[in-house]
């Protein structure tokens, strides 16, 4: 039985899908099954997920003016607000973000996994990459330890 996926993982998984549907148009629950190892189940609801963030709507809006508005949230007060003069979109589920960098990102790893695979076996290349991206929180104490 596979271990259950970490919160990073499955936030990971959610905008490759996300990604995916935006490149292709589509993506079916058999893809997310294929592509990332998931059970149906859970496929199913990473689906859900990402369809709702990729329709997300604003449901209401504040509106700013001289760092005045009327009310507070419970995440911002009177003057915090984090623009002087414009409107706020609220939603009720994320809206999808850009993978431009996340993609990036992605695409240099595996560039660094390539080139660690093909380094000398003397070569001090792979422990000074793996405690990089462990300090830079881009992995964890298991990754480095498989």
Excluded: C
């Excluded at 996300?18 to 997310?32: A, H, S």
């Excluded at 099954?33 to 859970?42: K, L, N």
């Amino acid at each position: 039985m596979a271990r259950p996926k970490t919160h990073s993982e499955r936030m990971i998984i959610l905008e490759r899908i996300i990604g995916l549907v935006k490149e292709q148009g589509r993506i079916t629950t058999n893809d997310v099954v294929a592509i990332f190892g998931v059970h149906r189940t859970t496929a199913e609801k990473y689906l859900r997920i990402a369809l709702a963030s990729l329709e997300a709507k604003p449901i209401g809006a504040f509106h700013i003016a001289d760092q005045q508005v009327d009310g507070t949230t419970d995440y911002i007060k009177d003057g915090e607000w984090p623009i002087d003069n414009g409107v706020i979109e609220v939603y009720a589920a994320p809206p999808a973000r850009d993978n431009k960098q996340t993609d990036e990102l992605v695409m240099w790893v595996k560039r660094l996994a390539h080139s660690l695979r093909n380094a000398r076996p003397n070569s001090k290349l792979h422990d000074a990459a793996m405690d990089y991206l462990s300090r830079k929180g881009l992995i964890s104490v298991e990754d480095v330890l498989r």
